[in-house]
């Protein structure tokens, strides 16, 4: 099958820091590419460079087949990438409903003037059935007409998540979308993940919880310090050295050899 996003030995350097250096990943329609690596590691660096708020300086992004690396955000989200934030962006003074609605117009606002200027010219239909849409996937409907700011903390994560499904996009990036979540609300979220996906969206996760990893993704892409060192399962994953060391450290994985040669 042919990707939807191919990233093809790409590389990104802000002043003296290189955050990425060859870097190269893809994921088909329908797969759940884990993005994963420690704290720095330069993944949502990846995930600017993919939708285009960072350059890249050298290597291609690919999406669907054709180079997008030229292009700037906005068309790249018309062309169906969207994404959530690892620190959640919301509008707190809007209603859920709004703050959905925003994601059709594949830009994220900073107040409500804005938003009323940029759907003032859309009609009442053609916006309410994606959002109602949306709202429905990610459990919402019953709070869509509540201010963002008077939900508890989890529910906020599923409000941006909405956002970005609205546009029904064929690339769904997942920057973190686990922190800070009830057990309760990682299992609402790794359902919904995986009905996303068999829809015949491509989703890229960036996460921590090496669990939800491993129960979710197709393949993983491992980097640290801007480099790719793992492509593979999550299995295998598990069980190679220098990703391990990357996690945890040398003496972690001495101890983890040591106690597999005593078993």
Same mark, same amino acid.
């Given at each position: 099958?042919?990707?939807?996003?191919?990233?093809?030995?790409?590389?990104?350097?802000?002043?003296?820091?290189?955050?990425?250096?060859?870097?190269?990943?893809?994921?088909?329609?329908?797969?759940?590419?884990?993005?994963?690596?420690?704290?720095?590691?330069?993944?949502?660096?990846?995930?600017?460079?993919?939708?285009?708020?960072?350059?890249?300086?050298?290597?291609?992004?690919?999406?669907?087949?054709?180079?997008?690396?030229?292009?700037?955000?906005?068309? /790249? $989200?018309?062309?169906?990438?969207? @994404?959530?934030?690892?620190?959640?962006?919301? #509008?707190?003074? %809007? *209603?859920?409903? !709004?703050?959905?609605?925003?994601?059709?117009?594949?830009?994220?606002?900073?107040?409500?003037?804005?938003?009323?200027?940029?759907?003032?010219?859309?009609?009442?239909?053609?916006?309410?059935?994606?959002?109602?849409?949306?709202?429905?996937?990610?459990?919402?409907?019953?709070?869509?007409?509540?201010?963002?700011?008077?939900?508890?903390?989890?529910?906020?994560?599923?409000?941006?998540?909405? /956002? $970005?499904?609205?546009?029904?996009? @064929?690339?769904?990036?997942?920057?973190?979308? #686990?922190?800070? %979540? *009830?057990?309760? !609300?990682?299992?609402?979220?790794?359902?919904?993940?995986?009905?996303?996906?068999?829809?015949?969206?491509?989703?890229?996760?960036?996460?921590?919880?090496?669990?939800?990893?491993?129960?979710?993704?197709?393949?993983?892409?491992?980097?640290?310090?801007?480099?790719?060192?793992?492509?593979?399962?999550?299995?295998?994953?598990?069980?190679?050295?220098?990703?391990?060391?990357?996690?945890?450290?040398?003496?972690?994985?001495?101890?983890?050899?040591?106690?597999?040669?005593?078993?």
């Amino acid at each position: 099958m042919n990707a939807a996003i191919e990233v093809a030995n790409v590389s990104k350097r802000f002043g003296g820091l290189q955050a990425l250096s060859d870097v190269t990943l893809s994921a088909a329609p329908g797969e759940i590419l884990g993005l994963i690596g420690p704290n720095g590691a330069g993944k949502s660096t990846l995930i600017g460079c993919i939708t285009g708020v960072q350059r890249i300086d050298a290597g291609a992004i690919r999406f669907h087949g054709s180079d997008i690396q030229h292009l700037p955000p906005y068309r /790249r $989200a018309r062309k169906g990438i969207s @994404r959530t934030f690892q620190k959640v962006r919301l #509008a707190d003074s %809007l *209603t859920v409903y !709004e703050n959905v609605a925003a994601g059709l117009a594949g830009v994220w606002f900073a107040s409500g003037t804005a938003w009323f200027r940029t759907f003032g010219r859309l009609s009442a239909a053609a916006i309410e059935a994606p959002v109602r849409r949306a709202l429905d996937m990610t459990g919402l409907a019953d709070v869509s007409n509540a201010l963002v700011k008077s939900l508890p903390f989890g529910r906020r994560h599923f409000v941006e998540l909405a /956002r $970005a499904l609205v546009s029904e996009p @064929r690339l769904l990036l997942l920057d973190e979308p #686990a922190t800070g %979540l *009830t057990d309760a !609300e990682r299992e609402r979220l790794a359902l919904l993940v995986r009905n996303i996906a068999a829809q015949g969206c491509a989703i890229v996760l960036v996460e921590h919880d090496l669990q939800l990893v491993g129960r979710l993704c197709d393949h993983v892409t491992v980097i640290n310090h801007g480099r790719r060192i793992f492509n593979g399962t999550p299995a295998a994953a598990e069980k190679d050295p220098e990703v391990i060391t990357a996690y945890l450290g040398v003496n972690q994985l001495t101890a983890r050899e040591a106690d597999e040669t005593r078993h």
